[in-house]
Every structure is written in structure tokens, then in C-alpha cells.
């Protein structure tokens, strides 16, 4: 039977380490949507989406009463968008018509985000592909609740160099339609390498075509309750502070599952995955940063900081895998720059650049997330940022993915405010030197040897 | 069986386990076990409960609960038992 110490823990992880259920996501398959009429298919995917979804919001409030544990999130995941427009869509502000049903279903049902106005694009594009892509900045900006992305390029296809370089100027687009608000509409655009077909993560969710028709995926936090652990044993050696990671990315993770499962079971909709992330809040303590610091860096930015992360993503990984039943998502530690305190504080205080961030990225689970740059960057640089970041992904076998946010008219040392979630960042300095010649070359980048497997 | 944890955490003060129990008898809510332990100064207490006789939503029987502890000056709350088992069971 259950003790009372037991209790008071669980309670004390609630109450003060900031332990929740970041979200659940409903990854909805909108590919029996599809007409040659854009009206018919957007009546088609605004009733699908509040039909499935009309009990989402309510049941995840009512878990959370039960288990007294915050669900943070209640999001919807959907079918890449580009592959439901085709039939229909002839310029991009018909995509654009499609965004604002999607934004409208989003608000009726309650969510705050809905992931899916996306494209995989890892070889080659279809015209319905550029058509969404070219629609991006007009569909962030007259939207709220819609998160874009854009999946460039995989280990198995090599990068497509064509789209990298079409991103870069959808990003400074998007970032000039949305000027007016920080540039947020970049907040809400990732571009990403070996995207997973289950990620319940906003930006980059959608619900794969691997999928079934409607799926529950859960991701889980927990970045105050690891750090709270760690700072019990501070001179610990390597074994016990992974051993200490370890147990309780478990408990963490156990949570989640039943989270996942009494969603699906009160909804009738089957358990996809649970994501076990440690993602951040702007809250003071809920850091990933504030955890490579316990580890016993300086600052996240210092040298031992990439081992340190490595370590990190690796426990949490063999600590959460034992505790859900299927795992999938992103999984790992997320090192966001505006969405955590400790990042913040390590930016500046001059600690952490975007090249550290960079090389952070090849062992954590996703990439360079919510970071600033001067509003007067290129698109050819940013593009230059995604190919380094794809190659990473690509040559590792691992997502990666670039959500950064050229804030028109703010230079480095200018803040940046997103608000809630999103958070708040200081701009970052880009490296000054030119790309261009590199990424004009155009076409793509082969797949690397060892994608083939067969 | 619908089991619950409910804790109650605060300062000390008398009537505190009287005024759940006489609630919890109120509403058929069986006690299955229960337990508790001062830390510093703090008076801790749980209980496990059975709630299937009960005819109130769980919903109304927390946030009773909740209130109860509200006007003693002590946070109660009530859970399923299953986030615990869960978290700390294999």
C-alpha cells in the first residue's frame, strides 16, 4: 500500500518542482478531407477537427482535477496540410483560406495551438508543397493558434538544398508580415530535420501519414523535479547522478502514461506515445539550464556543458523508456533559448552563443529553438543555419530543427517579449560572414552512406 | 473499487481529523487506512479511501474537501490513487 512519505513526495514534485503534464495532443488524420472544392474540404476539416476534438479541452481538465496534476497543454496535431490542399488549393491564399478554418475549429474547440500547416519536403517539393510553403507568412500572421513547419530533410533522403534555401526567406518573410508583434509569427515556424510522425511538441507537431485516423500523445516535463533531485546530492559521483536522473525521468514518465491512458481511454480515441522531455518553462526553476548548472557547470554555455547535456538526454531517455509502453515523439532534453530562465540568464552573461548552442543540439533531442537574431539578417544566413543544422540531423540519425526569429528592427543587446510559454529572449549576434555562394548552389544533398541500410 | 488518497497538510490545530472523518462518514466514504507524521510543525495526514458507496461526483466530494480545509486554515486535497501507485510502483 502506499505510504504517506510516498504521497507527500508526488505532492511536493506538484506543488513545488513545477512537475506537470505539458500537453496532450489529438493527432487528427485529415486525409480523407481531401476535395477538388476549397470550400467543400474546408467544411470537411472543420467539422472532422470539432467532431473528434469536441471533448478534448474538458477532458483533460477533468484528469487534472482528478490526479490533481496540471495539464498544461491541450493541443491538436493534424495531417501534413500540404497533402490535404492539393486537389484544391491554386495559389497560396488558398492556403491561407484553409488557416483560418483550422485557426476557427482551433478556437471552437478550445485548443491553443494546432500544429499540421506543414510540409515534408526532405527530397523534393510538389507544387502543392511550395504552394503552402509560399503561404506560410500570410497564414502566420492573420492566425493565432496554427504552428507551421517545414521538414527539409532526413538521414535517408539527404537535404534538400532547394528548400533550405526557401525556407531562409519564408522565415524573414514571415518575420516582416508579423513586425508589429516582436515578429511572432517565427515563434510559431520550424523547419526540421527527421521530423517524427507522432511529436506532440508544438512547433513541429503533425500527425504523420503513418498514423491512424485520430491518436492521444502525451509529452511530458520536468525540469524543476530533476533539478530539485540533483541539488540533493552535489558532489555525487557520475553513477549516482545518473542513477538519480534515471529514477526520476521514471517517476516522471509514469505519470505521463497514465495521463496518456485515461485520455484515451475517456475520449475512445487509442494511446499513440508519450514524449519524455524535459521541456522549460520561463518559471524560475523549471530549467534545463538550472540543471546543467547542478551538474556542475558555471553556466549552460561553459565548457562541459555539451557532456553534460549529453548525459542528461541520455538518462532521461533510459529512465522514461521503462515507464510508458510506447515511446516516441522527440524525447530528450529541450534547450530552448526564450522559454528558459537559466538559457536567458546564460546569454547574458555571455556565456552561451549560438555556435555552443549549435554543437548542444547533436546530443540533445531537438535543435536551435526561440532564439532571437538581429531583425537585419539574411535570408541566404539563416538558410546557411537550417543546412548546418540539417547536417547534424541528418549525419546522426536524429531530429533536429531550427525555430529562430529574426526580429525586424531589434539589434544585438535588445530584449524580445513573447509572452507567456513562449517567453522572452535577448537578440543573439549571428555570425557576420556570408553564405550565399553555398547556399545558391541549389538541387540537394546526397543522403550519407550509412542511410543505406538495405 | 474507487480508491482515493486524501491529504491533509498544515499547522496543527485541534478537530482537524474529526472534521474530515465526520465528512467522509457523512457521504460513505470508507477509510481504509490512514496515517500521519509532524514535520516541522507541520501536521501531515493521509488516508486511503474507498469511494464506491458514495453517490457524489468525485468532482464535488474534492472540492468539499477542499473547502472544509479552507475554513480549518489546512490545504486537504483529494486524488485517485492510482497517480501514486503508478509513480512510485513498478
Known sequence: ?????????????????????????????????????????????YDKITT????????????????????VNKRISITPISLVGGAC???????????????????????????????????????????????????????????????????????????????????????????????????????????PDDNPFMAGAFHGVS????????????????????????????????????????????????????????????????????????????????????????????PGTTAALALLNDQVKKGGVMASSYVGGLSGAFIPVSEDQGMIDAVEAGALTIEKLEAMTCVCSVGLDMIAIPGDTSAATISGIIADESAIGMINQKTTAVRIIPVIGKQVGDTVEFGGLLGHAPVMPVNSFACDRFVNRGGRIPAPIHSFKN | MTRAIITVVGKDTVGIIAKVCTYLADNQINILDISQTIVQEYFNMMMIVDMTKCVKSFDSVASELTEIGVNTGVQVKCQLEDIFDKMHRI
Open chain 1, 1 to 45: 500500500m502506499i505510504n504517506i512519505s510516498e504521497v507527500l513526495e508526488t505532492n511536493k514534485m506538484i506543488e513545488q518542482e513545477n512537475l506537470d503534464v505539458r500537453t496532450i495532443t489529438m493527432g487528427i488524420s485529415l486525409l480523407d478531407c481531401a476535395d477538388n472544392d476549397l470550400q467543400v474540404t474546408c467544411n470537411k476539416i
Open chain 1, 211 to 302: 498514423e491512424a485516423d485520430a491518436i492521444i500523445n502525451v509529452g511530458v516535463s520536468g525540469p524543476g523535479v530533476v533539478k530539485y533531485a540533483l541539488e540533493q546530492i552535489p558532489d555525487a559521483n557520475f553513477e549516482v547522478l545518473c542513477e538519480t536522473i534515471k529514477k526520476t525521468a521514471f517517476k516522471i514518465t509514469r505519470v505521463g502514461q497514465l495521463v496518456a491512458q485515461e485520455a484515451s481511454k475517456r475520449l475512445g480515441i487509442p494511446f499513440g506515445i508519450i514524449d519524455l522531455s524535459l521541456a522549460p518553462t520561463p518559471a524560475v526553476g523549471d530549467s534545463v539550464a538550472d540543471i546543467l548548472q547542478c551538474i556542475g557547470v558555471d553556466r549552460a554555455g561553459a
Open chain 1, 52 to 71: 473528434l476534438a469536441r471533448n478534448l479541452v474538458n477532458t483533460g481538465e477533468e484528469i487534472s482535477r482528478e490526479f490533481a496534476i496540471p495539464i
Open chain 1, 89 to 195: 488549393c491554386k495559389i497560396p491564399g488558398d492556403y491561407v483560406q484553409i488557416a483560418k478554418t483550422l485557426d476557427r475549429a482551433a478556437k471552437d474547440v478550445g485548443v491553443n495551438f494546432l500544429g499540421g500547416y506543414s510540409a515534408v519536403v526532405s527530397k523534393g517539393m510538389t507544387r502543392s508543397d511550395e504552394l503552402l510553403i509560399r503561404s506560410i507568412p500570410k497564414a502566420l500572421a492573420c492566425t493565432e493558434r496554427i504552428c507551421s513547419s517545414v521538414n527539409v530533410d532526413s538521414t535517408k533522403t539527404g537535404i534538400n538544398m532547394d528548400a533550405v534555401k526557401l525556407m531562409g526567406e519564408i522565415i524573414r518573410e514571415t518575420a516582416e508580415e508579423t513586425k508589429e508583434q516582436d515578429s511572432l509569427g517565427c515563434a510559431k515556424l520550424v523547419v526540421l530535420c527527421n521530423a
